[in-house]
């Protein structure tokens, strides 16, 4: 098994490297991820590179004529911890590094599963583009549209949108061992929501990310300007998309 999972990681590396060090499309994602690991060292830097070649890739394909700012969840990471980092691109700075809850059936305090399906109440991952604000059930809420098909892009038919929740808390964190849970959607604390959703209205890009293999290597914001290879996880994570 260690093997296995060395051989695995070095091949990540060598992909991503490869990818990242590219002359050309992936300068620019170079040059962006840096910036994203200096602003946020508490951040795991490959998620971030990540981040950073799915954005510029989605920037190539003409999904956004231009985006000012850009949100990563990291859902690799447990609930209790900050995971949504917000960066201000154009200033190049963090502009919020926060707690964010995942779907109740996605998993407890660690997130395991994820899913595109109506009730199914998980969180999504891929690439999404942030839309207008408006009131729901849930106060002030910031419709996504997925972008990842086959992974979120029926995030809009299943109402899954950016929004404040009285369960997102250090309190709530501390007492329970986990954040509350919402039914899909990437939870704030109520605090903070409603600055965060404004920051991002209207054409951010929100990059929520897992190890999940068939993501990495299926995701067309992987694709751009590189061999038609897959795209490895660093861990042995089975897929867990539904």
Not at 95 to 124: K, Y
Request: aromatic share 8%.
């Amino acid at each position: 098994m260690r093997r296995c999972l060395s051989h695995g990681l070095a091949t990540f590396l060598v992909l991503l490297s490869t990818a990242l060090a590219a002359p050309g499309a992936f300068a620019a994602p170079s040059v962006l991820a840096d910036k994203l690991v200096a602003e946020a060292p508490r951040a795991n830097p490959k998620v971030l590179a990540l981040a950073a070649r799915a954005a510029e890739c989605a920037r190539k394909q003409g999904v956004l004529d231009g985006f000012r700012h850009l949100a990563v969840i990291d859902y690799s990471l447990p609930s209790t911890q900050p995971r949504l980092w917000v960066f201000d691109l154009e200033r190049g700075r963090l502009m919020f590094q926060e707690l964010v809850a995942h779907g109740r059936n996605t998993g407890d305090a660690i997130a395991e599963r994820f899913s595109n399906t109506e009730g199914s109440h998980m969180s999504s991952i891929g690439l999404f583009k942030t839309l207008e604000p408006y009131y729901g059930s849930n106060g002030y809420s910031l419709r996504l549209s997925g972008l990842d098909p086959g992974f979120n892009d029926n995030a809009l038919a299943r109402a899954i949108v950016m929004h404040g929740a009285p369960y997102v808390s250090e309190a709530i964190a501390e007492r329970l061992g986990r954040l509350g849970r919402s039914w899909g959607c990437p939870a704030l604390r109520p605090e903070i929501a409603r600055t965060v959703i404004d920051t991002l209205k209207g054409g951010a890009l929100l990059f929520a990310y897992y190890p999940d293999r068939k993501w990495l290597a299926e995701s067309p914001y992987f694709q751009c300007d590189v061999p038609r290879e897959r795209v490895v996880t660093s861990t042995s994570q089975p897929s867990n998309s539904g």
